[in-house]
Every structure is written in structure tokens, then in C-alpha cells.
T-cell receptor, first 116, second 113 residues
């Protein structure tokens, strides 16, 4: 069984500062993918970044980077230079190679608030 | 470029009434299609997925059904809505190769009264 754990229900960060959102996962599959999505108050889920289990380097996409620590089974999202528009719910998700549905297993999310 | 359309954005329905939510994808062929439900303040729960026309897999037994009459069209239905069907419904698509990243529609907020 796969499981994603996000232990931070809510986080606050000052504008222009960096913030780390935690995500740990559990799977017995050697091949898997890790995803982060952003959900603003409008509701749409916006794909941010992807990390494959065999990727040697941490993924980066603009101000987003993924701190992937395979041995610790963690995939934390780092947002640099926070902006007011970053205020949203953030979800970590995983897909494993054994998933016949190619489905994503989502965590419970972290509500990020960026303060001016 | 690929786009996904989902409608309606908001829906208020009485208990016992039927439901039909539609999702269409443009700019890609033979995508994987998904229906998720999100309860207030919670994560996403996969309801149905489809890897091709007429191929539907259900993840959670419930009052809902799904159909894929065309390659890029995915429909979520119910014959009789329950109060517990209220929630935020999201459609998603992915290309079934490599990273298989799922891209979501804008969602439908359903209130069953």
C-alpha cells in the first residue's frame, strides 16, 4: 500500500522568504514518481513539479525545488522568494509502478499563507 | 497545446435528482482520464479512471458511475443523488507514458440539498 503524509496542516511565511513544505511517503515499489500540486482558493489543481525515484538530481522548476531524500522517503517542496500569490493549498502525491490505475495517492495537504 | 474543460463550475441539486458532469480534453489523443472527489478541507479521492473508450475502472463503490463515449470525453453520472455526494469534483487527464503527469480541470462544486 502507498501512503503520503503531510504533517503541516498550515504554514505561514513572510513575503520574499523561502519556505519548505514537508512530505513523506511510504511504498515498497522501487520505481515511483512524486508530484506536488498547488490548489488556490478557486479549486483548480495546478501541477508544480515532478521527481522520479531514479532521478539522480533534485527537480527544480523556477522558484520550486524538490528536496528528495530517498533513504528517508521524503520529498519536501521548497518555494524560494515567496509571493502573495503563492498562498494556496499544496498537495504532495505519489504514483508507483505497481499502480494498475496509474493513479495518484494524495496527501492531506498543507495550507500556505504568505504574509505581506 | 492541451486543454481540459470541465462543466458546470457550480451545481446545486436536490436529493434524488440525476447528475451529469462532463469533461473534455483537447490537443491530445488516447489520454488516460480520471474523476476525483475532494471533500471540504481534504485530499483527493480517485473515483474512476479510464485508459480508453468504453473502459472504466471504479476505485470506490458508490452511488456514481462514469462513461467514456468518445476518446476525449469523460462523464460522471448518478441516477439519484445523495446528500453525501456533495463535494468538489475534479477531472484530470494524462499521457500514459514516462512521467504520466496528471493535469486537472477547474472542477465542479456540487451541493446536494
Amino acid at each position: 500500500a502507498q501512503k503520503i503524509t503531510q504533517t503541516q496542516p498550515g504554514m505561514f511565511v513572510q513575503e520574499k522568504e523561502a519556505v519548505t513544505l514537508d512530505c513523506t511517503y511510504d511504498t515498497s515499489d522501487p520505481s515511483y514518481g512524486l508530484f506536488w500540486y498547488k490548489q488556490p482558493s478557486s479549486g483548480e489543481m495546478i501541477f508544480l513539479i515532478y521527481q522520479g525515484s531514479y532521478d539522480q538530481q533534485n527537480a527544480t522548476e523556477g522558484r520550486y525545488s524538490l528536496n528528495f531524500q530517498k533513504a528517508r522517503k521524503s520529498a519536501n517542496l521548497v518555494i524560494s522568494a515567496s509571493q502573495l500569490g503563492d498562498s494556496a493549498m499544496y498537495f504532495c502525491a505519489m504514483r508507483s509502478s505497481s499502480s494498475s490505475a496509474r493513479q495518484l495517492t494524495f496527501g492531506s495537504g498543507t495550507q500556505l499563507t504568505v504574509l505581506p | 497545446s492541451q486543454t481540459i474543460h470541465q462543466w458546470p463550475a457550480t451545481l446545486v441539486q436536490p436529493v434524488g435528482s440525476p447528475l451529469s458532469l462532463e469533461c473534455t480534453v483537447e490537443g491530445t489523443s488516447n489520454p488516460n482520464l480520471y474523476w476525483y472527489r475532494q471533500a471540504a478541507g481534504r485530499g483527493l479521492q480517485l473515483l474512476f479512471y479510464s485508459v480508453g473508450i468504453g473502459q472504466i475502472s471504479s476505485e470506490v463503490p458508490q452511488n456514481l458511475s462514469a462513461s467514456r463515449p468518445q476518446d476525449r470525453q469523460f462523464i460522471l453520472s448518478s441516477k439519484k443523488l445523495l446528500l453525501s455526494d456533495s463535494g468538489f469534483y475534479l477531472c484530470a487527464w494524462s499521457v500514459p507514458i514516462t512521467k504520466n503527469i496528471q493535469y486537472f480541470g477547474a472542477g465542479t462544486r456540487l451541493s446536494v440539498l
